[in-house]
């Protein structure tokens, strides 16, 4: 297949680019597009054949369920068969933005999207491209991050390109996604909120919404599962978000001899803050900002341009802990393939 690439000019229903778009959309096609987080691979969430090309242009397992995206929460409420208190309170103070509720499906909701199971998981963005796109489609739109599975999600359009071309039918290009790391995904079925994946809402923001502490914060998988979570979310495995590269979190004190333990192959670092360290052919130092905020907007793209570079080994300096930190650390462990 052709993959179509369309530069979005203005971020309305009646641009070009998303006018296209959304009729690809409505023709059960796929579509990457800007979000807040991450760029998403989308389809009509009400049409099971387009939901499937989603599965076959990811390589995902079946058993994977996907995220609808609605431009409105009333829209993601028509998309859930129960609608508890807290699911309005976190709407009312997340909405719109990176927070996603998994919630009892509604009959409508073809059962491809929650991989057979019971639930939805449902989230209202904020990217106008996103809001646009959803609008002039019409329909609520399944997204994935854009990437294939397993991998490290894209954060621009050329990551799109460099992974899915020739495999999706168009790729909205509107520059990098703002956040630049996935939404928080919080489970509202079991009776107590349980977070099922760290992410751009910390732990702390929810519970100081909510007014009550939520479990699974960070430690997510495991942790969800301790908490009593019998059907965590299943995109949580080992060797999630990983980068070519072999990937090792090293200490500040030990950067210096971790760089020249692997010096035979091409070493790419990523530092928060300056460093005395010097560049050369087989080092390439990458530094993100010391806030949580800004490290996240850019972590994927460094892992992204490090593995394009070619890096044999990623170091990573280990980052600071704390709650504002749990998608960050999260995501390390998963890179690492240590799902614990
Ligand atoms: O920021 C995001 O969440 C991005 C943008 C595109 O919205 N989407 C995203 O989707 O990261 P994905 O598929 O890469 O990750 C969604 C996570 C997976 O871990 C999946 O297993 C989980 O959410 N999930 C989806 N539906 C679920 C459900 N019904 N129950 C439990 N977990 C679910
Ligand atoms: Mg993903």
Redesign the pocket.
Same mark, same amino acid.
């Given at each position: 297949m052709l993959t179509e690439y369309l530069m979005v000019g203005e971020a309305s229903t009646s641009d070009p680019a998303i006018h296209r778009a959304a009729r690809v959309i409505r023709e059960g096609g796929l579509v990457a597009f800007r979000?807040e987080?991450?760029?998403?691979l989308g389809a009509n969430a009400l049409s099971e054949s387009a939901v499937r090309k989603i599965f076959a242009a990811k390589g995902r397992p079946a058993t994977? *369920?996907?995220?609808v995206?609605a431009a409105e929460a009333s829209k993601a409420k028509a998309l859930v068969s129960e609608w508890p208190p807290e699911a309005q309170t976190l709407a009312n103070a997340f909405w719109p933005g @990176?927070l996603?509720l998994?919630l009892a499906r509604a009959g409508g909701v073809p059962a491809v999207v &929650?991989a057979g199971?019971p639930?939805? @998981?449902v =989230?209202v *963005?904020s990217d106008p491209v996103a809001r646009a796109l959803i609008e002039a489609s019409g329909v609520p739109i399944a997204?994935? &991050?854009a990437n294939p599975s397993n991998r490290v &999600?894209a954060t621009t359009a050329e990551h799109v390109r460099r992974h899915l071309d020739g495999k999706i039918d168009l790729v909205l290009d509107a520059g990098p996604s703002a956040g630049g790391m996935?939404?928080t995904?919080v =489970?509202l079925t079991g009776g107590v909120p349980v977070i099922? =994946?760290p992410?751009l809402v910390s732990a702390a923001e929810i519970e100081a919404a909510l007014g009550v502490s939520v479990a699974g914060c960070g430690i997510s998988e495991s942790a969800a599962r301790r908490a009593g979570d019998a059907?965590e979310? *299943?995109?949580?495995g080992r060797l999630h978000y990983a980068p070519q590269a072999r990937l090792l979190v090293v200490d500040e004190s030990a950067l210096r001899t971790e760089i020249a333990r692997h010096s035979l192959g091409r070493v790419g670092a990523i530092l928060l803050g300056p460093a005395d360290l010097p560049d050369s052919d087989s080092l390439r130092l990458l530094r993100l900002p010391a806030d949580s905020s800004g490290y996240m907007s850019s972590f994927y793209a460094a892992l992204h341009e490090l593995d394009e570079w070619g890096a044999s080994d990623i170091l990573v300096e280990r980052p600071p802990v704390g709650r504002e930190w749990d998608a960050v650390q999260d995501r390390l462990r998963r890179a690492m393939g240590d799902g614990n």
């Open positions: 979000t987080t991450v760029y998403g994977n *369920p996907i995220i995206h @990176a996603t998994v &929650s199971g639930t939805v @998981a =989230r *963005p997204a994935p &991050s &999600s996935e939404s995904v =489970r099922l =994946r992410g059907d979310s *299943p995109g949580m």
